[in-house]
């Protein structure tokens, strides 16, 4: 478990930024084939290709057709917002 909370920092010549640190860590985790899940109101590189894909499989598919079951085409875009774009949700 790796926790970051409450401290963003824009990185200099000698530490790297917290969103690079945090594009880094997901690289690294797929890399070596290492499960794993983000929570969802972190900081994280949720701008990550196919992030969610990767941490939670066929199930984001799952997902995404009971919400459409459950919200008129209207609603999904009234209840939508960057991180559902951004997350391909």
């Given amino acids: 478990m790796i926790e970051i909370d409450g401290v963003l920092w824009k990185g200099n010549?000698?530490?790297?930024?917290l969103e690079n640190f945090s594009?880094?860590?997901i690289e690294?985790?797929?890399q070596n084939r290492i499960d794993f899940t983000i929570h969802w109101g972190k900081n994280a590189a949720w701008s990550f290709p196919e992030l969610a894909k990767k941490m939670y499989g066929d199930r984001v598919a799952k997902w995404k057709?009971?919400?459409s079951s459950l919200l008129s085409e209207?609603?999904?875009?009234?209840?939508s917002n960057d991180f559902f774009v951004t997350t391909n949700l």
């Fill in 65 to 67: 057709e009971q919400r």
């Fill in 13 to 17: 010549n000698r530490m790297i930024s």
């Fill in 23 to 25: 594009k880094r860590m």
């Fill in 74 to 79: 209207k609603q999904l875009k009234m209840f």
């Fill in 28 to 30: 690294v985790l797929i």
